[in-house]
Antibody, heavy 121, light 107 residues
């Protein structure tokens, strides 16, 4: 059974940093691209970032480019999102999602339950 | 960047009704269009990928069609368990975009 478990969320002040993690199990992690998708309270879904199976291809939404960094450790079956210079508008539930393909196909066939990030002073 | 315009933003229909949601891309995306269902308090679930392919285990009352810039998602006979928000989504050139979502309610 595919499982994606996010962690690392919490309350953080504007301008500070936070690192999210996603632990994957139930599939061959290094065979698939992975993504982060977020959802602000009461709002729709927003794709944040994606990374190919070998970290050779990476993409970011314009809203986070230059502030967020996605990475993965295939030996640990883990996906990460380093978030710097956080803003109030980054407040959201952050989902880890598995891609259907090795490269950034952009079809998310499994999702975690999310970790909540709240940016507030 | 490619923008996705989804309509309507909400709808109310009776059990057994046919429900249709549309999604329009700001430029040609071929058939690279997916549909997701999100129930309250839950993670999204993939229903349709590549415009018309039904994900494994998804009931056949769900379907999708279209190519280029215009896409349609249909529930052939609305069931009480279909109450949810539905999103279209595209991915192109290392950027992903979701539609605004359509909240489906029972009349």
């Amino acid at each position: 059974e595919v499982q994606l478990v996010e962690s690392g969320g919490g309350l953080v002040q504007p301008g500070r940093s936070l690192r999210l993690s996603c632990a994957a199990s139930g599939f061959t992690f290094d065979d698939y691209a992975m993504h982060w998708v977020r959802q602000a309270p009461g709002k729709g879904l927003e794709w944040v970032s994606g990374i190919s199976w070998n970290s050779g291809s990476i993409g970011y939404a314009d809203s986070v480019k230059g502030r967020f960094t996605i990475s993965r450790d295939n030996a640990k079956n883990s996906l990460y999102l380093q978030m710097n210079s956080l803003r109030a508008e980054d407040t959201a539930l952050y989902y880890c999602a598995k891609d259907m393909g090795q490269w950034l196909v952009g079809t998310f066939d499994y999702w975690g339950q999310g970790t909540l990030v709240t940016v507030s002073s | 960047d490619i923008q996705m315009t989804q309509s309507p933003s909400s709808l109310s229909a009776s059990v057994g009704d046919r429900v249709t949601i549309t999604c329009q891309a700001s430029q040609d995306i071929s058939n690279y269009l997916n549909w997701y269902q999100q129930k309250p308090g839950k993670a999204p679930k993939l229903l349709i990928y590549d415009a018309s392919n039904l994900e494994t285990g998804v009931p056949s009352r769900f379907s999708g069609s279209g190519s280029g810039t215009d896409f349609t998602f249909t529930i052939s006979s609305l069931q009480p368990e279909d109450i949810a928000t539905y999103y279209c989504q595209q991915y192109d050139n290392l950027q992903g975009t979701f539609g605004q979502g359509t909240k489906v309610e029972i009349k």
